[in-house]
């Protein structure tokens, strides 16, 4: 094979892995937030931030316990992830994501469901030569319409 052609797998292998990365993380989210699972892809320095609605929490051990409470919260979800722009710069790349997130939401006592728009904008790692590690996962939250579509912004 041609150095170009080694070149350009390589970039279709790293988009794969970005994707699989992020569908796996919905996955682990819809697993009532496994936390054990889902800490490790992370890198040792790792950041999830969603904003305003669920705060910001910086490394893997403050991550786990995160993880661990919103399974108290969120009764159900079903994350998606689509729309992907994905830039590779070297060892690290930018994924751009949409989604809407069906979910059951526990409050005062009652399960309470909602759509949730969000869009991602994560950065990745690689570590070791591998990719799956956020370094960063944001997450902005859109108004959340209640079922039957009456708006609970």
């Known amino acids: ?35 054990d699972a889902l800490v490790e892809l992370f890198t ?10 669920y705060g910001r929490v910086a490394g893997r051990e403050a991550m786990h316990g995160f993880f661990k409470s919103i399974s108290q919260t969120v009764m159900f979800a079903l994350h998606t992830a689509f729309n992907e722009i994905i830039d ?37 790692r690689k570590v070791n030569g591998e990719w799956p590690r956020f370094a960063r996962s944001s997450c902005a939250q859109g108004p959340m319409p209640k079922a039957g579509n009456s708006l609970n912004p």
């Open 44 to 53: 040792e320095d790792g950041v999830w931030d969603a904003g305003e609605l």
């Open 1 to 35: 094979m041609t150095e170009d052609l080694l070149r350009r797998l390589e970039r279709l292998e790293d988009l794969e892995a970005i994707r699989r990365l992020k569908h796996r993380y919905g996955e682990l989210c819809d697993e009532e937030y496994n936390a």
């Open 88 to 124: 590779i710069d070297g060892e690290t790349a930018r994924a751009r994501w949409r989604a809407i997130i069906p979910a059951t939401f526990k409050i005062e006592g009652s399960s309470v469901p909602y759509w949730t728009f969000s869009g991602y904008d994560d950065r990745m």
